[in-house]
């Protein structure tokens, strides 16, 4: 019998080698074309989202615009009425252009016809698209439309008696003027696609050309260059061929697992900064949601409605209001009355003012986070989100942002502040963790069962100079033993409607900040405190460090 052929490494030869490449290489007219076709469809993909969104602002603008003229028609006439009665009784031409002066500047309003009950005009401001008895059709208080103007007319009365009424007519301009800026969008878009496509086609042409030939060049002294190191890569394959065979087997098995677990890792660090950021979010929108409800109650309790049963007493005595406000035992508080609540109103306005400003702020320091993690997920660069942040100022935003939650249960909270020098850090990854801190510790005290709840937050240099301690402290239910070591892994948590992400999250904030998170309590029923250690540089920031070193080297 013949010897059984031996089986050898199998070795790939030079024509081989030369033949792929020949093979993987593209044509220049077969690349110009693939250029040509994905820039095409970039930019007519590009040319669709951007009409596509233009329409739906379109879709979105013209409502609101319509809903505004109506709301400013039907509100409109009826203040008109209401502030006019006197004039068109009297027949008093100032008295009616007092009333409609403000709606003269309007520049929504085309036309305003004051009228007696009977018909007879008394005053007309403006050109009116029809005759006077046809703009009183229809009901009161409805808003009437024609191609080009909406019409709304409300009746006047004195003493419940119907004296005459009041038409307002509002031009559609604006619902026309958004219609051609949908289509002059539209019409740029298109020329932008156009001009585009021109402009990437001579790219392709004049650029991108010789580009591609000089790749087939190139490559073709790749084809030699492999010629070369195939002779000489052949005289190893041969011992490590043996090898690899006994490899291959535990190498396939080892990439499984890898992949396994690659993906495993995958989703757990996706679903951890999703939990995070979510987290995050719906703290401060709990103080956003605790703004409204303040908001609301003052709406509720506002010295508005007082005002208006005041008015109404006035009407009553508006034929001897002289007689009423100087010989009638009530109608003489009047003035002190109206001064007491013009102050109550200023007061109302001063705490709505502050509550939407901090409202504003809540919002902004929610697009941050978004923000933040956004250029995270792009690149992870230590620099780009270090600032210079005035510790004692970021801790007062923070119990600002909760300060509705504090007044509504009744938490005392003390502060203990002391440090004069400004940190380098990353201001919203530290904000985000103290805003965890102070939120954990509110529901430490309010769910505690104790009548007194209090927190403080106390924030010191430490003796080195080169770090700083903020500490939160509560008097809530404290932490048990067997749980300190736990707190901070991440999905631990002992509040029966909690996720663990905050602490966990605050934790790796701390440390990607150069610092620590750390806790400490007496026991259950003993409160408990967290104490938040950070340098005053950030990792990285050598220049602001050098200048913290000079400090303390003279102080």
Known sequence: MAPAAQKGPQHVTTHDTADILGRATPSSLRLKTILTTFIVLVVLGLSGLIVLLVRRAAEQLAP?????????????????????????????????????????????????????????????????????????????????ETPDHLIAWAATTVEG??????????????????????????????????????VSLLFVNFYLGPLVKLTERTLEDLKDLTRTLEQR?????????RTNRELEQSLEKQTELQGQLMTVSRQAGMAEVASTVLHNVGNVLNSVNVSVEVMEEWLHRSSAVTFAELMGLLRQHEHDLGHFLTEDDKGKHVPRFLQLLSDAIDKERDKLISEVRALRERTTHI???????????????????????????????????????????????????????????????????LINLLRNAIHAVRHSGK??????????????????????????????????????????????????FGLHSSALHAQQMGGSLAASSEGVGKGATFTLELPLVAAGDDSARDDVAAALSTS
């Open 64 to 144: 609101a615009i319509r809903a505004d003229l109506t709301w400013k028609a039907r509100r409109g006439v009826a203040e008109l009425a209401s502030s006019s009665d006197l004039g068109i009784l009297l027949a008093d031409r100032q008295a009616i252009d007092a009333a409609s002066k403000e709606f003269k500047r309007n520049k929504d309003v085309v036309a305003m016809v004051f009228a007696r009950a009977g018909g007879a005009v008394v005053a007309r401001y403006g050109r009116s698209p029809l005759p006077a008895h046809e703009l009183f059709r229809g009901r009161a208080n409805r808003v009437h």
């Open 161 to 198: 008696k119907r004296i005459g009424r009041v038409a307002l007519v509002l031009s559609k301009a604006r619902l026309k003027a958004a219609g051609e800026l949908y289509r002059g969008i539209l019409v740029v878009t298109g020329l932008g696609c156009v001009g585009a496509l021109v």
């Open 233 to 241: 890569v052949g005289e190893r394959t041969a011992d490590l061929s």
């Open 367 to 433: 697009k941050t986070i978004i923000r933040v993690q956004q250029q995270e997920a792009k690149v992870y660069h230590t620099g780009q989100l270090v600032e210079q942040v005035v510790l004692d100022k970021l801790i007062r935003d923070v119990v600002q942002m909760n300060s509705g939650t504090l007044s509504k249960f009744d938490i005392t909270l003390v502060q203990e502040h002391g440090i004069a020098r400004p940190l380098t850090i990353d201001r919203h990854k530290l904000m985000q963790v």
């Open 451 to 500: 009548l007194e709840r209090q927190i403080s937050v106390c924030s010191r240099l430490l003796p080195a100079g080169d770090r700083v301690s903020i500490a939160v402290t509560d008097n809530g239910y404290g932490i048990a033993p067997e749980h300190i070591d736990r707190l901070f892994g991440h999905g631990f948590t002992t509040k029966a409607d909690g996720h663990g």
